[in-house]
């Protein structure tokens, strides 16, 4: 299972970093990914990471704010949010995939594709 850890409530301008720990198997084999649902709204991709984590895949709206990382000896990926606005403000759920050949496309089959879905974490950001 995947579990998040490190939301909360955030000033705009802010920072947070999510974190998402591994357990019962190894992420090491997977493509590993942040996805996040605002009230009221569907699922979107927010940011993916390729298995070996040389390539990444950010959705437009976060690029350049936000920043994937994983520490496979930790079992763990993390989600480093800079410079917060309201809209992104969400219930944050990490995912892993195998068997896929870019972060990107891990990033756009969406939640129904993955292998491990995460309970997610909520993010507030307050104007």
């Known amino acids: 299972q995947l579990v998040e850890s490190g939301g909360g409530l955030v000033q705009a301008g802010g920072s947070l970093r999510l974190s998402c720990g591994a357990s019962g198997f190894s992420l090491r084999d997977y493509a590993v990914g942040w996805f996040r649902q605002a009230p009221g709204e569907d699922y979107e991709e927010v940011s993916c990471l390729s298995v070996r984590g040389d390539k990444t895949y950010y959705a437009p709206s976060v690029q350049g704010r936000f920043t994937i990382s994983r520490d496979n000896a930790k079992n763990m990926v993390f989600l480093q949010m800079n410079n917060l606005d309201p809209v992104d403000t969400a219930v944050y759920t990490c995912?892993?995939?195998?068997?896929?050949?870019?972060?990107?496309?891990?990033?756009?089959?969406?939640?129904?594709?993955?292998?491990?879905w995460g309970k997610g974490t909520p993010v507030t950001v307050s104007s």
């Open positions: 995912a892993a995939l195998g068997g896929i050949s870019t972060p990107e496309a891990m990033c756009l089959i969406g939640r129904q594709g993955m292998d491990y």
